[in-house]
């Protein structure tokens, strides 16, 4: 009678619920050890909180489906996921790129260097003209 209604099983409910907390968990502790980004921790976290506040009001999630004249609400949540991986995956490029400069700047620098020290290494050093007894 309650999936009638609501649309979703209690048992998914609880599952989206457990989902939600769990990745909101795991971002948290990662940001907290600096071993994420902090902007790929945030979208993390808010699909995390969509989760646990579908999982609470899923009536809501199908208004807003039928307001935007969306007939079958699920697929308004593919299309949601959808937009969230594809801007993920437009940050993780963003960064790679960066990062790939960056790192092709680096070895750049570092091959210089490299090069001006060549040089110094085989030379002989000058005796001093520092005298014994002066």
Known sequence: MIAEV???TPQARLLACLLGVAL???TWTRLRKRALLL?????LTAVGLGLVAFSLAPVAFDFI????????PPLL???IALL???????HLAARISVLDSRCRRLTQEISLLTADLEPRRY????PTDVRPGR
Not at 39 to 43: A, C, H, L, P, W
Not at 84 to 90: E, H, I, T, W
């Open 39 to 43: 902007s790929v921790g945030s979208i």
């Open 84 to 90: 969230v991986l594809a801007g993920l995956l437009l």
């Open 123 to 126: 030379e002989r050093p000058r």
């Open 77 to 79: 949540y593919l299309i």
């Open 65 to 72: 489906a039928y307001r935007l004249g969306v007939k079958y």
């Open 6 to 8: 609501y649309g979703v």
């Open 24 to 26: 909101c968990g795991w």
